[in-house]
């Protein structure tokens, strides 16, 4: 048998070799693991034991190939070629598998907290990640490979002074991205107000928020102006006040007038969702006897706080029906005296002695 031959078959057997070990190595591990999480109460994630299996394949094929080769009789060119080119690998692999791990934890982790919040965050985030961790690796890699620090830092500095001046709008309005989920002002289908426009947030993009208004309407509103205007979360209101002014006419008796406190609060203790505050009169009007109603729902749904609204209101209506009592609106009363006013001149004394005098002949 030559010695070509024989490199050859030890190559191979090598390889062959080097494959079974690594499948019941593999083998081994995962029963291991399978017995272990019986046993014991540890949970252990399947896409995470998939990505470090194949890892942990990939890699070892790659060892096992340069083992086999290295055996075999070619040389030169396809020696350098296949190192680098296992070298390469195992370095996409490795970060990878870095990379896919980081961000697994970090999904169960922010999953965990139960905020609904969070896995806009994490779209976010991830990206900046991702493009952190496969930054490191190909720094890692080339410091492997004999390329100096400096002139990597050197030419990403003259790089990086180009991107800033281009992508000044994009920076700043992923800035903004930012920090409304960092702040969480609002969240997705919550109902808030951005100056006289009252919508419900549908979207919240990189750019822009896309709310739909009461009215039905799309109305899209960039960060910026977001984060500069003052919002009002009507959607995050644990227990919502809400106050009424009625005013009944100046003709009520004095014993009606106690007696509406008490007929508001059976009117909202009949009503589900509404909590009686108090009711109090409080003002002399121009045209009305004013009382302030206060009430409370305890529900941060603003329909639901609508509808309570209304049906209290009616309640109210028809009680005071029930009762005779009246609700004010504005009037006013004139009255007007007619005074004559006598002056003392000659003119007019005259025409009263005349008129006098006619009046005693038409007598005689």
Not at 43 to 69: E, H, P, Y
Not at 186 to 195: A, D, M, N
Not at 229 to 239: Q, V
């Amino acid at each position: 048998m030559s010695s070509y031959t024989a490199d050859v078959i030890e190559a191979i057997i090598r390889w062959i070799l080097g494959c079974t070990v690594i499948w019941g190595v593999a083998t081994m591990i995962r029963y291991i693991i399978a017995y272990t999480a019986q046993r014991t109460r540890i949970v252990i994630d399947r896409l995470v034991i998939g990505i470090l299996f194949n890892a942990f394949f990939i890699v070892g094929l790659s060892t096992v190939t340069v083992w086999a080769w290295d055996a075999a009789p070619s040389k030169g060119e396809g020696d350098v070629v296949l190192h680098h080119v296992s070298r390469v690998l195992v370095s996409v692999v490795v970060v990878r598998l870095i990379d896919t791990l980081c961000l697994r934890f970090l999904e169960q982790a922010l999953t965990d907290s139960e905020d609904n919040s969070n896995t806009d965050m994490l779209v976010a985030f991830a990206p900046m990640i991702r493009a952190l961790i496969w930054a490191l690796g190909i720094l890692l890699y080339f410091q492997y490979r004999g390329v100096g620090f400096t002139n990597i830092c050197a030419a990403l500095a003259g790089a990086g002074i180009g991107l800033g001046f281009a992508l000044q709008g994009p920076a700043r309005d992923f800035t903004n991205y930012l920090t409304i989920l960092l702040d969480k002002p609002f969240s997705v289908g919550q109902l808030i107000k951005y100056g006289e426009i009252v919508a419900r947030v549908e979207k919240v993009g990189v750019r822009s928020t896309q709310l739909r208004s009461m009215d039905g309407e799309r109305v899209v509103v960039s960060h910026e102006d977001l984060l500069d205007a003052t919002l009002h979360n009507l959607a995050d209101i644990p227990r919502r006040r809400l106050l009424h002014r009625i005013g009944v006419t100046y003709q009520t008796s004095a014993e009606t007038l106690e007696e509406i406190p008490e007929l508001t609060r059976k009117v909202i203790s009949t009503i589900d969702g509404a909590e009686f505050g108090r009711c109090h009169l409080i003002l002399f009007a121009d045209s009305a006897l004013e009382f302030e109603l206060v009430f409370y729902i305890p529900n941060n749904d603003y329909s639901f706080a609508l509808d309570t609204q209304h049906r209290v209101t009616i309640g109210i209506v028809r009680a005071f029906l029930e009762k005779g009592i009246e609700f004010a609106y504005p009037t006013q009363k004139v009255y007007i005296e007619r005074n004559i006013e006598i002056n003392n001149n000659d003119e007019f004394e005259e025409e009263i002695l005349s008129k006098s005098f006619k009046k005693q002949r038409a007598l005689s």
